[in-house]
């Protein structure tokens, strides 16, 4: 596994998610506030909604096309149990995001 920068911290705002891609792979990353940030799949496996255009409620994002939930550090979905999204480790070094890829 590697940590790769995508994104600066500073563009991605609270609540908010962002499309990133990095070393051939897309991500969706979310800043949670006070310094969190997840990576996950960047589509929803129910119908490919577009999860960085989702929103946070706690520690779940909200697909914006049919509302399914997933927790960002499972990647478990909450409405369909047979659901799943990918999870990566992110962290923030000197105000980029950076995520630990596969």
């Not at 940590?3 to 990133?20: M, N, R, T």
């Not at 096309?65 to 923030?92: N, S």
Request: charged share 15%.
């Amino acid at each position: 596994m590697t940590w790769v920068a995508v994104a600066s911290a500073a563009d991605i705002p609270v609540g908010q998610g962002a499309f990133v891609e990095a070393d051939g792979l897309a991500f969706a990353v979310f800043n949670a506030g006070g310094g969190r940030f997840y990576a996950t799949s960047h589509q929803c496996p129910h119908e490919d909604g577009p999860l960085a255009e989702g929103w946070l409620e706690g520690a779940s994002v909200i697909c914006p096309w049919h509302g399914f939930d997933f927790d960002l550090t499972t990647g478990g979905c909450k409405v369909d149990e047979g659901l799943t999204i990918a999870v990566y480790p992110a962290r923030v070094v000197s105000g980029r995001v950076e995520v630990d890829l596969p």
